[in-house]
C-alpha cells in the first residue's frame, strides 16, 4: 500500500466536532485499536508491543501489503520502555552507518504526525551538548565535523552562544563544571511516547494488523526446516516469521530458542520533578556531569543520567544512581535545588558490547531480531520499524540496517559509538 495513512478516513469521533460531542455528551469512546482473539495462524508474529514491535506491524502493513500479522505484547501496549523513556529523538552520531540510520529515524518523525494522523507532540527544540574543557572541544569539533560530512545538521557553539540557548545553567566563574561551549543539533527534540506507540497501534489495526495484549510468549515450536509457531499463555499460534522486538528482554528469549546473543541487561533510570513556569527550551547533554535534561510541555524537568552499574531486570532503579544523577543536575542547574522530584522509575535496556543495535536474521531460519538499541531505543522506532518491516517481508536486510546484522560479530565489523564520541547508545 503506498497511500499515506493519514489519507485514511476515520470515524466523526475523532473530528474536533466529535470530540466536543464526546466531551459535552459523555458517550461512550470506542477503542483506538481492535482487541482480537489470536487467529490459529499468522504471515508473520511480532513478539513486543512497543514502540518497535507496532511500528513494524505498520510498516509491514503499509509498505508491504502484509495484514495477516499479530503484535503480541505480554502486559499492555507501550508498558515497557516505550512508556519509561525521556522521550529525545536526535541523530548526533559519529560513524556514518549510525548518522545514515538515525537521521532517517528523525526524518520520519518529522513526518509521523501527519503520517499516522495522530499528534505524537514532536518539538525540534534542538539539543545541546556541553563541552567543559578543551579537551571536549577539540572532541566535539571532530564529532560536529563528522556529523556535517554524514549530511547531519549540527552547529559549533561558543560559551555565549551556549547561554542563548540555555541561559539557566550556571556560567559562575566559580562553577564546578565551566561551561567553555558545545555544540547543536537543532532538529532534534522530544516526542510524547505514549502517543508515538498510540498512534502506531491505531494505524496498524485500522490496516488490519491483530493487536493481541496480556498474550505472553512461553516457548517457540522449531523444527528441521526453521520455525513453525509460538507457544503462547493463550495457546500455540503458527507461522514462519517471528520478529523479536523485545528490549531488554530479548536475550531471554533468546535462550528459549537456543541462541545466545551478545546482550546485557541493564536498568537506566529517570526522574520527573514538579512542574514550574518555563525556563529550559531546548535539550541539554553534558556527557562529564552524566546527565541530560529537558522540561516537559507541562513545566516538570524530564531528567535522565547513565546505566545503573549492574545487569538487572528490575524496573525500580537504585537510590545510588538517582543522587549521582541530581548531584549532576545541580552542578549545571544550582537554581534547581529547592525542587522536589515526584516520580522516578527504571526500563529494562539492552546493550550489546558494541553500543549499536542488532538487526536481521539469525541461524534459525524465520527468527529474525530487532534488538540492542541500549538507552536509544526511542529515537529509533519509525528507522527500526520500518527497516526491520522491510526485513521480515523480504527476507533480506535493509539498506540503513545491513551493517547492524548480528554477523558482525564473528566478522570484527564492530560499529562501537560508545568509543568514538562517548554516546553509549
Known amino acids: 500500500m503506498s497511500v499515506p495513512f493519514s489519507t485514511l478516513k476515520f470515524p466523526e469521533r475523532y473530528s474536533a466536532l466529535g ?3 464526546h466531551a459535552i455528551t459523555r458517550s461512550a469512546w470506542q477503542p483506538a485499536w481492535r482487541s482480537p482473539d489470536p487467529k490459529p495462524a499468522y504471515d508473520v508474529i511480532i513478539v513486543g508491543g512497543g514502540g518497535h514491535g507496532l511500528a513494524t506491524a505498520y ?3 503499509r509498505n508491504h501489503g502484509i495484514t495477516n500479522v499479530a503484535v503480541l505484547e505480554k502486559g499492555w501496549i507501550g508498558g515497557g520502555n516505550t512508556g519509561r523513556n525521556t522521550t529525545v529523538v536526535r541523530s548526533n552520531y559519529l560513524f556514518s552507518e549510525s548518522a545514515r540510520f538515525y537521521d532517517f529515524s528523525v526524518r520520519l518523525y518529522e513526518g509521523l504526525g501527519r503520517e499516522l494522523n495522530y499528534n505524537i507532540m514532536f518539538s525540534q527544540r534542538g539539543m ?3 563541552a567543559h574543557s578543551r579537551h571536549d572541544l577539540d572532541a566535539q569539533r571532530r564529532w560536529a565535523n563528522a556529523m556535517r560530512l554524514n549530511g547531519v545538521d549540527s552547529d559549533l557553539l561558543t560559551r555565549e552562544g551556549v547561554r542563548d540557548l540555555a541561559p539557566a545553567l550556571d556560567f559562575s566563574d566559580g562553577a564546578r563544571l565551566p561551561i567553555m561551549g558545545g555544540f547543536v543539533q537543532k532538529r532534534g527534540g522530544t516526542a510524547r511516547h505514549d502517543a508515538v506507540a ?11 494488523v491483530d493487536i493481541i ?14 520455525i513453525r509457531g509460538v507457544q503462547t499463555s493463550r495457546g500455540l499460534i503458527a507461522t514462519n516469521r517471528i520478529g523479536l522486538a523485545v528490549a531488554g528482554h530479548s536475550s531471554v528469549l533468546a535462550d528459549k530458542l537456543g541462541l545466545k546473543l551478545p546482550i546485557t541487561s541493564y ?3 529517570a526522574l520527573v520533578s514538579e512542574p514550574i513556569k518555563p525556563v529550559l527550551d531546548t535539550v541539554v547533554l553534558s556527557p562529564a556531569a552524566g546527565i541530560y535534561v529537558s522540561q516537559s510541555d507541562k513545566g516538570e524537568l524530564v531528567i535522565g543520567g547513565g546505566l545503573d552499574l549492574y545487569a538487572s531486570y528490575a524496573q525500580r532503579g537504585n537510590l545510588p544512581t538517582v543522587e549521582n544523577v ?11 535545588s529547592r525542587l522536589r522530584m515526584l516520580r522516578q522509575w527504571a526500563g529494562i535496556v539492552d546493550v550489546v558490547h558494541d553500543s549499536s543495535p542488532i538487526v536481521g536474521r539469525t541461524d534459525i531460519p524465520g527468527i529474525f531480531l530487532n534488538c540492542g538499541w541500549g538507552t ?3 529515537k529509533a522506532i519509525p528507522a527500526g520499524g520500518y527497516c526491520f518491516a522491510h526485513t521480515l517481508a523480504t527476507g533480506d536486510a535493509h539498506p540503513l540496517t545491513a551493517p547492524f546484522g548480528l554477523d558482525r560479530f564473528a566478522r570484527g565489523a564492530l560499529i562501537d559509538e560508545a568509543a568514538a564520541s562517548g554516546i553509549a547508545h
Open 19 to 21: 470530540l466536543l460531542s
Open 59 to 61: 510498516y509491514l502493513a
Open 128 to 130: 545541546v551538548t556541553l
Open 198 to 208: 498510540w498512534g502506531y497501534a491505531r494505524a496498524a489495526s485500522a490496516l488490519g
Open 213 to 226: 495484549q496480556n498474550c505472553e510468549v512461553t516457548g517457540f515450536d522449531v523444527g528441521t526446516d526453521g
Open 267 to 269: 536498568a537506566l533510570q
Open 326 to 336: 541530581l548531584a549532576g543536575l545541580l552542578t549545571l542547574f544550582p537554581r534547581f
Open 376 to 378: 536509544g531505543g526511542f
